[in-house]
């Protein structure tokens, strides 16, 4: 157990489609991160909050938000679904802002959208 | 732009033998250098990582990796492998001043018997 939490574990959902993910980060830390990994693109940076602040952007599509709440914990909001959008979804969690200490991973969310 | 290639997609090697795993890097200023494993169904889980200093680093699990500036690589090793190292290996640069890790597509490693 790596500290940081992912709910739900697996999601199967339809095209069209608004989800929720979830996660909880390792306690201590402040920063949460959030990465897709799919089979053609990789790992992909998504987006970046510390402290309930958006910190840094990356490949997120406009369909994509996440915010984090006061006690830390973070969603991932994905919505108008698309075939292309079935990925594991991955939280990471650090203690400061910047990623040259490393992250801690989550187990991830499995998305499949059919 | 920053970028990281892990050249070898799929590697096998025997139970007891050693290994090698290629990372190469592109990065302007000094690199943030990580190794993370991935075993089928989990997270990623960090090996070891690189910020200045002895350029040979000890990680978890028995791995060292050699950071060569003039090679811009960062190759994981392993003297002797064991049937439970088999994962995915991914290769990862931090950008400064940001939050962000870039990293590589990964290598599949199989371990033979």
């Known amino acids: 157990d790596s500290g940081v939490t992912q709910t739900p574990k697996h999601l199967i959902t339809a095209t069209g489609q608004r989800v929720t993910l979830r996660c909880s980060p390792r306690?201590?830390?402040?920063?949460v991160y959030w990465y897709q990994q799919s089979l053609d693109q990789g790992l992909q940076f998504l987006i970046q909050?510390?402290?309930?602040?958006?910190?840094a952007k990356g490949n997120i599509l406009e369909r994509f938000s996440a915010q984090q709440f006061p006690d830390l914990h973070s969603e991932l909001n994905l919505s108008s679904l698309e075939l292309g959008d079935s990925a594991l979804y991955f939280c990471?969690?650090?203690?400061?802002?910047?990623?040259?200490?490393?992250?801690?991973f989550g187990s991830g969310t499995r998305l499949t959208v059919v | 732009a920053q970028s990281v290639t892990q050249p070898d997609i799929h590697i096998t090697v025997s139970e007891g033998a050693s290994l090698e795993l290629r990372c190469n890097y592109s990065?302007?200023?000094?690199?943030?250098l990580f190794w993370y494993v991935q075993s089928p169904g989990q997270g990623l889980q960090l090996l070891l990582k690189?910020?200045?200093?002895?350029?040979l680093v000890q990680g978890i699990k028995g791995f060292e990796a050699e950071f060569k500036r003039s090679q811009s690589s960062f190759n994981l090793r392993k003297p002797s492998v064991h049937w439970s190292d088999a994962a995915e290996y991914f290769c990862?640069?931090?950008?400064?001043?940001?939050?962000?890790?870039?990293f590589g597509q990964g290598t599949t490693l199989q371990v033979k018997p």
């Open positions: 990065y302007g200023a000094t690199p943030y």
């Open positions: 990862a640069v931090a950008v400064s001043n940001t939050g962000k890790l870039i």
């Open positions: 990471a969690s650090s203690v400061a802002t910047g990623a040259h200490y490393g992250y801690t």
């Open positions: 909050y510390y402290n309930g602040e958006e910190r």
């Open positions: 306690s201590g830390d402040l920063s």
């Open positions: 690189y910020f200045s200093g002895d350029t």
